[in-house]
């Protein structure tokens, strides 16, 4: 018997198992992982941002937890010496039409409290970035690096020695909920639980359904691409460069990255991937394609998004086409700098009505709580969320 059996083995899911060992050492806890490694998916392809809560609606659950998210994530680093570094980044107008973009930007941050965002004219952005094509710049000195999976298997560790139990190659097949009690059935273990909670991001959609005849949303995979810049063009990347983000699309466009580990990364586009786990172009999985498709909500945002969604596939095919993206933000790119990497798969929540969710969410039900929505920037805000999770499971479960 658990109190509370955790589903996904990414850094939510081990953020969310170490907040409440942390909270109350005395619960009896598993996380179910259903590959053979912790953090192989979402986790494990992020490209190690730091985010400064910059874009994110005041009051919103992104920028409430990115925000003290952010704080918790330095001081958890600082505690367990892992290496990070708070470069800045620079967010660049390129043409006069996103200009207002960039002021909107600009009032959001100084909203959310980051009172040390600067405007840049093009004299100043160059100083910081001298290979930078821009008519007017952003400078975001909260932004940083770190490696998100040596921060989410540390939280595996403490979780581990404070008592806690991590069950890998476990994919849950079917949940069992009663009167009296709840069951969690993998291939070889049935645990009996007070509470569940359902981390399972690409999947997160798949086991909130299990017990539930209709949820509103849907998991879209979106595959991100990335490039690596050759060695001898990595001095063209100072910090990090983002483009002036379309406001009505939940992706930040394809940008530069300094990495923890010294190598630039260039990217990620954002194209329907064929499988929710698809990180190659031609990965496919029939019903999970399906599911996708003949949702209502995904058919009206290909409706709405068709053209920019082309664009992305145009990337995805055409390395041409991708470098031309990135030549917006520094003209000396060429196409033979760059140096093809692994992809990511972002879980994108998508409603009934065609809405893109552009906030976490959670939903609550009797005996599980289902993290519906946890893309950018959950890795940086994930002991915040983890935090918010575990207050709600002690509430359900009666702990002060």
Known sequence: MQDIVIIGGGIVGLATAHKLKEANPNLAITLLEKENELVKHQTGNNSGVIHSGLYYKPGSLKAINCINGYNMLLEFADKHHIKYNLCGKVVVATRPNELDGLENLYKRGLENGLSKIKKLTTLELKKIEPHVNGLA????????????????EKMGDLFKNAGGKIELGQKVANIVNSNTSTFVETSTLKIETKLIINCAGLYSDAIAAINKDKINVRIIPFRGEYFLLKPEKRHL???????????NFPFLGVHFTNMIDGNVECGPNAVFAFKKEGYKLFDFDFNEFWASITWPGFQKVALKYWKTGLGEYKRSFSKTAFTKALQRLIPEIQKDDL???????RAQACDREGGLLDDFAIIEDTFIINVCNAPSPAATSSLSIGKTICEMALKKLNIN
């Open 137 to 152: 710049g952003l400078h975001v000195p909260y932004t940083g690096i770190i490696d998100y999976t040596e921060v989410a």
């Open 237 to 247: 990347v100072k910090t990090l460069i983002y483009p002036v983000p379309d406001p």
């Open 339 to 345: 140096i093809p990497t692994h992809a990511g798969v």
